[in-house]
């Protein structure tokens, strides 16, 4: 998917177009809309952004006779009067049996969805409304730290400089999922200050004890996303 860049509106971290559309806890119960995220009532689906509505992404499908319907994704075409699921593929998944639904672009109040190729797009008014919120991936990757075992570098490896700029002293490319990356909350630009612990086994697997598990610690600054938006690392959503 491709990725595209806003204008920041929040200090010492970069708004990106692309992420992820999100319940706004504070409003609403997680059971309400777990687990794809999505309101019980869908959304309303537009071909262009101010275009014509041309149908409905729900989670509902005929959940008075299926209990697996909250973790599915449909998309409800009104001119042909036809159900689609969606992909799991086209969802991002955010933690144990939960996904939630991707945003790649941002356009005249909408967001474009299901990746670049589609027409498909929903009303942020419309998102607001209904207690859900944009999550940039920046934003959603700081504030899920602590809450994950950890981020490791996506391949081929993630440089550590000294100080958040390209040209700064590189202390260690990480690779793979024995360097854990914690951020800690520091920020800059695209980039984040973090903390990092070099295993000698990978603790889920590991029968070492916690002092004899860590190899050496780190910290210092990772370029977090892309400079358009990518999530430079990943975690484990299902956690061990």
Known sequence: MAYLTLTSTIASAQVYQSGLILPDFS????????????PPDGFTVFDAPSGSAIGKLTRVGDSSHDDQAPYKLFFQQTSTRTQQ??????????????????????KKGFVRILGKS???????????RKSFRLSDWQSF????AGDVLGYY??????????????????????KGDLFEISPTGQMQGAW??????KYKEHPCVSDLEQDELTEYELEGWIKIVTDEGLPNVWFYARRC
């Open 27 to 38: 409003q609403v119960e997680e059971s309400d809309v777990c687990c794809v995220y999505a």
């Open 85 to 106: 699921q969606i992909s799991y593929t086209n969802l991002e998944q955010i933690g144990y049996e939960v996904w939630a639904i991707p945003y790649v672009e941002r």
């Open 118 to 128: 589609s027409d498909i797009w929903i009303s942020e008014a419309e998102i607001k």
């Open 141 to 144: 990757l700081l504030s899920g």
């Open 153 to 174: 570098a996506n391949a081929p490896g993630l440089n550590l400089r000294k100080t958040p700029s390209s040209n700064a002293v590189l202390l260690k490319t990480l």
């Open 192 to 197: 984040a200050k973090v903390k990092v612990k």
